[in-house]
């Protein structure tokens, strides 16, 4: 995979550094420092190659003059990933069919920005974590954890075993989230660009919640709106 843009690059040095094969750098770019220091602590190779090349590997997206060749993402089992987040005190989101990789990448970076929450995801119908996402999450990804699931409802049933209280976004007719007061430990549901969370997995919720909004003839995107519902279980949370 390629991670691009220097705040990307920079975070995966900070966190997960083992997980880059080599850095290309700009050969015209001379504000890249830090980043050189960071490669010869951890004997990551940097090579300077021309602009276009650069430009050429990332598709003439803008990289900031750096890219990185990275392994590939790693997906968590779901029981480690629950287990881990019970004993942590972590939010697992369940992602129901989400389908844009901005949307995936900006939730990412939201959770990974918060702290307190990993990404559960379908293996089908869903968005998977790519270049495009990462380019999106600027780096959340090292701070936090992703698994794909088969079946979601089951996955969300096995978190309610485990004690997890699950709580999913609906557009109307639910309580509102500043009257809501949340349970934990806590799992979120949140639903598809679309179609919003699907019927089957509306059942399997503990309770359902909306964001209160002056103009109900507006509507906020999925990663708009994981952000203020994660907003709110990190304020109720502390």
């Known amino acids: ?97 989400l389908n844009d990789p901005q949307n995936l990448g900006g939730i990412i970076r939201t959770c990974g920005a918060l702290g307190f929450f990993d990404i559960i995801l379908p293996t089908a119908e869903s968005v998977s974590v790519t270049e495009s996402v990462l380019r999106v999450a600027c780096g959340g990804e090292n701070y936090l954890s992703v698994a794909k699931v088969s079946n979601l409802g089951n996955a969300i049933e096995k978190a309610k075993k485990m004690g997890f209280w699950i709580v999913g976004t609906v557009v109307e007719e639910a309580r509102s989230l500043t009257e809501l007061t949340l349970q934990f430990p806590l799992g979120l549901v949140m639903g598809s660009e679309e179609k919003g969370v699907r019927d089957i997995i509306l059942k399997k919720l503990d309770a359902q919640v909306m964001i209160p909004m002056k103009n109900q003839r507006m509507s906020l995107n999925v990663a708009h709106a994981t952000s203020i519902l994660c907003y709110e279980i990190v304020r109720q949370k502390k």
Do not use: W
């Not at 880059?20 to 700009?26: G, H, L, S, T």
């Open 1 to 97: 995979m390629k991670l691009y843009g220097k705040n990307p690059v920079i975070e995966r040095l900070k966190s997960n550094p083992k997980t880059i094969r080599r850095i290309m750098i700009d050969e015209d770019h001379v504000d890249l420092a830090y980043i050189r220091k960071k490669c010869n602590q951890h004997g990551i190779s940097v090579q300077p190659v021309p602009h276009s090349k650069i430009q050429r590997l990332a598709q003439n997206l803008n990289t900031q003059g750096i890219l990185a060749e990275i392994e590939d993402f790693i997906y968590m089992a779901i029981d480690e990933l629950l287990a881990n987040a019970l004993e942590k005190k972590r939010v697992p989101v369940f992602l129901d069919n």
